[in-house]
């Protein structure tokens, strides 16, 4: 995808530098355009938790090339295959909800060996496998995502109104996105697409990053607050609902950003099709439902502070009385019995046991 013109992944190796990782700082998004540079597994960790790069594939792919320059630093140390596990350890802790972080960093230390001349090398090559392989899953949900819409638009004519929730565009992925990868491929076919964007507090992914991704690839689209979604579904303002998910358990249970299983109900409520980009890197089977994947719950500040653009610099603003105290759970789950499908980059299939499982294979 493009900024500006220019054509950028959210994580690559600095050029003639390849022990320095760079990502987009997602933070400052969409007022400044931030590049960040990542020297040791402690910054990618940090980058993770503090959300300087967000989105369950993104996170993942960040992960294994945090595993990568572990790796460098491990050469220097007498423990070098304690240091390596104990990266992966403090890596994985940094954002328990994603299940993309956890497979990435195991698929790295499953190529971990006393062989420590030549492991980084080999760690940065698979890095570079996962983030390729990333990028591909996102063009597929796209390929098969597009029919939906064009179907759509077959039947209305009409421009088709799409509401998406939180940030599953290429921000959180390499490229393309997930659930909004069907959305540019409908776009630069040429068929008339809306989106909605849900601001989704408390950070306001939707706000920030899907509006700033979208305005920067043409397409039309309007923010709007988190709790317009019903109201806009009850007047016939939307045609379908596309979200992206952090973990999906085997029975189809979607667990995505807080706010996605309201979304949910209103679309059953006014019969419209309610669909997730669900790549099978962010399917667990170990789980049976959903409510057995760990709830991440963040800091208070991220409720009680709002960020934004104030005089010509960014100004985090106090909302609360200032003694109130907030919760902030940073995702919930969706019944797989909300769910119309699963578009993942094998084809769709319905948010069962049955159907993930042979799809899958």
Partial sequence: MKINGKKFHTI????????????????????EFVIENLETVDDVERAIREMHVRGAPLIGVAAAFGMYLSALEAIDNQQFTKYINESAEKLKAARPTAVNLAWAVDQQLELVSENYKILPSILLENAERIKKESIDRCKKIGEFGLPLIEDIYQRTEQIVNILTHCNAGWMACIDYGTATAPIYAAHDKGIPVHVW??????????????AF???????????????AGGHLMQHGEVDMVLVGTDRTARNGDVCN???????ALAAKDN????????????????????????IEERGEEEVKYIQGMCDGEIKKI???PKASPAANFAFDVTPARLVTGLITEFGICKASQEELLRLYQ
Avoid: C, M
């Avoid at 003639?16 to 700082?25: K, M």
């Avoid at 950003?257 to 979304?263: M, R």
């Avoid at 019969?271 to 760990?294: C, H, M, Q, R, W």
């Fill in 12 to 31: 690559w190796l600095k050029e003639n530098d390849e022990q320095i990782v760079q990502i987009i700082d997602q933070r400052f998004l969409p007022h």
């Fill in 197 to 210: 964007v849900d601001e989704t507090r408390p950070r306001n992914q939707g706000a920030r990053i899907t």
């Fill in 213 to 227: 991704e979208l305005q920067e690839h043409g397409v039309p689209h309007t923010v709007i607050t988190d709790n």
């Fill in 257 to 263: 950003k807080i706010g996605t299983y309201l979304k």
């Fill in 271 to 294: 019969n419209i099709p309610f669909y997730v980009g669900a790549p099978t890197s962010s399917i667990d089977f170990s789980l049976k439902n959903g409510f057995e994947i760990p």
């Fill in 318 to 320: 106090l909302l609360t």
